[in-house]
């Protein structure tokens, strides 16, 4: 049972474009949503991090946009550049039997191409 | 600053066959993690230990054993390997529960091939 689902699976865009990455989840006592970026060989990095209290958080080129009452989130990536090419996962947080627990989503492949 | 460091990078193993293997922070972090990953099924969680001496089962605990003897180590077993345990292991440390903005931090994962 898949908690967080992430779409799309793949994405190719060209360099300056603007990626979208979208996720959705269903159950309520999530509160914390962070994304992740991994590169070929590599484990997974946090990039971003957004509450519920808040719509939109940006941190340099990467945007989380947040909807609340369609339980759904994304990440934007402003003017992407080659060097962003890597797995983008999303995760749902929440606390369980005393600590935050973890969902991730399926990933999203990314190609930006010069 | 090492962060999280796994051992081995790459392994292959023939069925029913055994091995564990190890990770290390050096973060001073209470939680750790193992994880594997599999191609369109994201991170899913195998075990988990919310400090020195404590282990639970996540998601996919079937087939694994884990122990944290050390704070700083975590070691995943595995006691007779099937193909199904092909993936790739990560595993991963965090700060303590309820709090908001921390991240995981990760390996850089085993590779794991079971023949």
């Known amino acids: 049972q898949q908690q967080v689902k992430q779409s799309p699976q793949s994405l190719i865009v060209q360099k300056g474009g603007i990626p979208i990455i979208n996720c959705a989840y269903e159950?309520?006592?999530?509160?914390?949503f962070p994304w992740y970026q991994q590169f070929p060989g590599k484990g997974p990095a946090l990039l971003i991090a957004?509450?519920?209290?808040?719509s939109e958080k940006k941190e340099g080129r990467f945007t989380i946009s947040f909807n609340k009452s369609a339980k759904q989130f994304s990440l934007h990536i402003m003017d992407s550049q080659p060097g962003d090419s890597a797995t983008y996962f999303c995760?749902?947080?929440?606390?369980?039997?005393?600590?935050?627990?973890?969902?991730f989503g399926s990933g999203t492949r990314l190609q930006v191409q010069p | 600053n090492a962060g999280v460091t796994q051992t081995p990078k790459f392994r292959v193993l023939k069925t029913g066959q055994s091995m564990t293997l190890l990770c290390a922070q050096d973060?001073?972090?209470?939680?750790m993690y193992w994880y594997r990953q599999d191609p369109g099924m994201g991170l899913r969680l195998i075990h988990y230990?919310?400090?020195?001496?404590?282990?639970a089962k996540g998601e996919v605990p079937d087939g694994y054993n884990v122990s944290r003897l050390k704070k700083q180590n975590f070691l995943l077993g595995l006691e007779s390997a099937a193909p199904s345990q092909t993936s790739v292991y990560f595993c991963?440390?965090?700060?303590?529960?309820?709090?908001?903005?921390?991240?995981?931090?990760f390996g850089s994962g085993t590779r794991l091939t079971v023949v």
């Open positions: 973060m001073n972090h209470e939680y």
């Open positions: 957004i509450r519920p209290d808040v």
């Open positions: 995760a749902a947080s929440r606390m369980d039997t005393g600590r935050r627990a973890l969902t």
């Open positions: 230990s919310v400090g020195e001496g404590t282990t």
């Open positions: 159950n309520t006592a999530f509160d914390y």
């Open positions: 991963a440390s965090s700060e303590g529960p309820g709090q908001f903005d921390y991240g995981y931090t």
